[in-house]
C-alpha cells in the first residue's frame, strides 16, 4: 500500500500499483505526517492488490511500525474504503479483509463503486 494523495484530507487516496511504490522509509514519513494532524481520517482505494512483496526484512519492519503505533492508527483511522468490482478479487478482498483488522488496527470496509465508497466515507467521518 503506497500512500498516494493526501491534499484531500481527511480522505487519504492510497494506490497499490507497483509503479507507485515508495520506499519505507517515504510510506512511514507520509504515514507519521498524517497521525500529526490529530485528526480522524480515512484510506480510499480500489482495484487489485499488489502482489504480495516477500522481503522478509521489509514485512518485519512495516510489522513492528505498526505495532509500534497500533493504538494511533486504531484512534485516528476510520477505516479503509476499498472499492472491488471484480467478483473474484472482491472475494479475495473479503478473505483480506477479516484479518486486515487484527493487524493494521482499523476496518476495513469493501464497497462495489463510487457513491457507496462516497456514502461509506460520509457516514465513517461524520461518527464520532
Not at 46 to 72: I, M, Q, Y
Amino acid at each position: 500500500m503506497y500512500i498516494q494523495d493526501t491534499s484531500t484530507f481527511p480522505v487519504v487516496h492510497l494506490s497499490y500499483k507497483a509503479e507507485d511504490k515508495t520506499s519505507l522509509d517515504v510510506l512511514f514519513e507520509k504515514f507519521e505526517s498524517l497521525l500529526s494532524k490529530n485528526q480522524k481520517f480515512v484510506f480510499v482505494s480500489e482495484g487489485p492488490f499488489a502482489e504480495e512483496d516477500n522481503d522478509h526484512e521489509a514485512r518485519k519492519r512495516v510489522g513492528a511500525w505498526v505495532k509500534a503505533n497500533r493504538a494511533t492508527l486504531s484512534r485516528l483511522i476510520v477505516g479503509l474504503v476499498h472499492t472491488e468490482t471484480d467478483e473474484k478479487r472482491r472475494v479475495e478482498a473479503e478473505q483480506f479483509a477479516k484479518i486486515f483488522q487484527q493487524f493494521s488496527g482499523y476496518p476495513m470496509y469493501l464497497v462495489l463503486n463510487k457513491t457507496e465508497s462516497d456514502a461509506t466515507i460520509k457516514r465513517l467521518l461524520s461518527e464520532e
